[in-house]
Nanobody, 115 residues
Framework: QVQLVESGGGLVQPGGSLRLSCAASGTIFSIYTMAWYRQAPGKQRELVAS???????NYADSVKGRFTISRDNAKNTVYLQMNSLKPDDTAVYYC?????????WGKGTLVTVSS
């Protein structure tokens, strides 16, 4: 069973950057499509970005040009580089691993964008 642990969240000023990491264990990492979701207070969880095992990325319109998802299959880790952060990016960010009907979630890491 795959297990996911996120890290890298924190407090950052508007316009700043953060890099989130998600380390996976207990599986063959490269066969999973990996994704980052976020959930802001009072809102539904939404997809931020995803990346296939082969490295093809997909982004929500709200983060295109600002966020970059990447993965290192040798390190069993997926990253989310977040630049030009805005207060609206404030949320708990969750890592997700998907393969067919199997979907596994991490516990999340909080990102707060505020001056």
């Amino acid at each position: 069973q795959v297990q996911l642990v996120e890290s890298g969240g924190g407090l950052v000023q508007p316009g700043g950057s953060l890099r989130l990491s998600c380390a996976a264990s207990g599986t063959i990492f490269s066969i999973y499509t990996m994704a980052w979701y976020r959930q802001a207070p009072g809102k539904q969880r939404e997809l931020v970005a995803s990346i296939t095992g082969g490295g093809s990325p997909n982004y929500a319109d709200s983060v295109k040009g600002r966020f970059t998802i990447s993965r290192d299959n040798a390190k069993n880790t997926v990253y989310l580089q977040m630049n030009s952060l805005k207060p609206d990016d404030t949320a708990v960010y969750y890592c997700n691993a998907v393969r067919f009907t199997l979907s596994v979630w991490g516990k999340g890491t909080l990102v707060t964008v505020s001056s």
